[in-house]
């Protein structure tokens, strides 16, 4: 009796698995096509790539030549310019990311009315759902050499030619679709605040600037470094539509707007592509991003073990 | 929320709550308007007249009202109107396709079955760590030869991320009442109709956050049709690539002079079409956005974490 309960439930649980698995399999192919089979595409970065056998049939490099595609990337020319802008933009964004965001998100808490509060709200998320097609348009509206709306205004004729408004123009521009975004993931932060606490401190004479520094702030830390290590993933990688899309692949410009993902894309497009060099870049990006994730989750745990985001 | 009558410590403390309110909405209006500015440009230039936005450029207002662009862009109509058709199939298609695999998979994944485990520590692992774009361009283009065909335009999106899938089962697992799928056991039910009849209808507020995000990747997705469809498959082109191709060919004869005194004007768009196409591109969502701006808020919120 206690036998036959038993194959039946082994069965009931066989048949669990197979039902579970058919749910899963349009998902799971997906999965691996999408994200595991690249993983093996990373060894490209250690073929010598012949257009003959096909990048992915190519021979891997020998062992003892094995980073050869590595040792290729910091052989360009260009390689000093493309880390510098990559690592300076990341850096300069990171930092106003969380600061613009958060100042504007406590702002933004401080109005009462609902209505006020979806009117602003709905104004600066819009460029977060443009794409950065039209936002290089944009970027031509007011750039552009004959009839840009900034170009008229300050009677400067060569934004696409000079790169020393660049770094800025790429900055603005950043913000102004990004900030949206930013605003409301740490509004929603913000919501769970317990208002007594509020309450309690202007009971106690705190002034708003005290309240901010000692009640929200504080409360805003942990997503302020989650945002903060994320984003460290990518310090390598930049966005790829903004660099690509707003100064139009200006040649005159690159000295200040390729990155390395510009720079990969435009190798793989141009005349003579070098995939195993492309493939190193990614894989270095990659290795790099994680470490470093890695390395700031460790130190932030050692430092205050709740903030930690594993 | 009624303000309790309450005298704090100095009259200061509420007077400052008035300045910074004040401030707030300065500083929130000016922002509006730098974010919604540029949108006027574009709706203005496509209104202008040529000679206008020759003589003092493009202006928030329109200067000589026009419609020449229109009427040039109405002359490549069917271009105009394929693209679209290919945008709007490409979001539907693959937002619905996008969220029943990853619903139906996240719903696998919460089953207490072997090797699940597995299968999990690998999509962690891959949100940490992955290809690339040049080996992930490779797998789609040699492997599963999806070059120039409409399933370059579905498929390489087709999970937002392993993130989204790890937010719907976290859902499952908080939202939907466990006696409900248990009673449904017991009637006999087996797990696929579990899913189809309580978990689907369950969890909708989820899958519309993220069938909302993933419908607007798939709008405004240009990168795939840039990597994966060739020019001369340009039937293909959704409304973002033709937008992308557009600026590019008007930015390779800039940048060229002597080609663009040979192809002539007539090639080049010109200023207000230009701005009239991008008008195009964006009326859309910019008409429906303020519909759901709450669940995008919302969305934007849960991948938060997802950045």
């Keep these: 009796m206690q036998r036959k309960a038993k194959t039946l439930s082994q069965n009931g649980m066989w048949k669990r698995s197979v039902i579970t698995y058919l749910m899963i399999l349009p998902g799971l192919i997906y999965f691996i096509i999408n994200n595991i089979l690249p993983m093996y595409g990373i060894t490209l970065a250690f073929r010598n790539v012949s257009y003959k056998l096909g990048p992915l049939n190519s021979p891997l490099y020998p062992l003892e030549d094995l980073f050869v595609n590595f040792e290729m990337i910091f052989k360009q020319d260009i390689i000093g310019i493309l880390l510098r802008n990559t690592l300076l933009y990341n850096v300069v964004f990171i930092v106003l990311d969380i600061v613009i965001p958060v100042a504007v998100a406590i702002l933004f808490n401080a109005i009462e009315s609902e209505r006020s509060k979806k009117i602003f709200q709905t104004a600066i998320l819009l ?76 009971l106690d004479g705190a002034t708003w600037w005290q309240r901010t520094v000692h009640i929200t702030l504080p409360h805003l830390k942990k997503m302020i470094i989650t945002m903060f290590i994320l984003s460290l993933a990518r310090i390598m990688t930049s966005d790829f539509g903004l660099f690509y899309q707003l100064p139009m692949n200006s040649s005159y410009l690159k000295d200040v707007t390729q990155t390395l993902d510009v720079y990969v ?18 894989a270095f990006q990659s290795v790099v991003g994680f470490i470093l994730v890695i390395l700031a989750n460790f130190v932030i745990k050692k430092v205050d073990d709740e903030s930690a985001l594993f | 929320m009624k303000r309790k009558n309450v005298t704090y410590g100095s009259g200061i403390v509420e007077r400052d709550e008035q300045i910074v309110k004040v401030v707030a909405y300065i500083v929130l209006s000016i922002l509006s308007i730098f ?10 230039a496509s209104i202008s ?62 089953q207490k079955v072997r090797g699940l485990k597995v299968i999990m520590a690998m999509m962690v692992l891959t949100m940490l760590f992955n290809g690339g774009m040049v080996s992930s361009y490779y797998v789609w283009a040699g492997w599963m030869d999806i070059k120039n065909s409409i399933f370059a335009l579905l498929f390489p999106n087709l999970f937002a991320s392993a993130f989204s899938v790890i937010l719907i089962m976290s859902y499952y697992r908080t939202s939907i009442p466990h006696e409900l799928l248990e009673a449904a056991r017991i ?43 060739d020019v001369r498959h340009s039937e293909m082109y959704s409304i973002q690539l033709l937008l992308n191709q557009m600026n590019q060919q008007i930015e390779f004869m800039a940048n060229n002079p002597e080609f663009a005194a040979e192809l002539g004007q007539l090639t080049i768009p010109q200023e207000s079409v230009r701005m009239a196409m991008a008008f195009i591109g964006v009326l859309p969502l910019m008409i429906a956005f303020p519909f759901f701006q709450k669940y995008f808020a919302k969305g934007l919120t849960l991948g938060g974490v997802k950045g």
Aim: glycine share 8%; hydrophobic share 55%; with cysteine.
């Design chain 1, 127 to 202: 460029p977060n759902i443009i794409s950065w097609v039209i936002v290089g348009y944009i970027g031509y509206a007011f750039l552009s050499e004959k009839s840009g709306v900034i170009s008229h205004l300050l009677g400067v004729t060569d934004f696409y030619h000079n790169p020393i408004y660049w770094p800025f123009i790429l900055t603005v521009f950043h913000l102004w679709k990004c900030l949206g975004m930013g605003m409301v993931i740490y509004v929603s932060a913000l919501v769970g605040i317990d208002a007594s606490m509020y309450e309690a401190a202007k």
């Design chain 1, 265 to 282: 894309f435009n190798n793989l497009v141009g005349n003579d592509p070098n995939i195993g060099l492309n493939a190193a870049v990614s």
């Design chain 2, 35 to 44: 974010a919604l500015a540029p949108f006027m440009i574009l709706f203005s």
């Design chain 2, 49 to 110: 007249s040529e000679a206008a936005i020759a003589k003092y450029g493009y202006g928030f207002l329109p200067k000589e009202f026009s419609l020449d662009a229109w009427k040039y862009l109405w002359q490549a109509a069917k271009i105009i109107f394929r693209a679209y058709g290919v945008t709007i199939m490409v979001t539907a298609v693959g937002t619905v396709l996008s969220v029943l695999t990853m619903s139906m998979f996240a719903y696998g994944m919460i």
């Design chain 2, 187 to 229: 009637d006999g039910a087996g797990e696929f109709e579990i899913y189809v009849k309580i978990i689907l209808p369950l969890s909708l507020p989820i899958l519309a956050t993220i069938g909302l995000l993933q419908a607007i990747a798939y709008w405004n997705d240009w990168t795939n049709g840039m990597y994966y469809i």
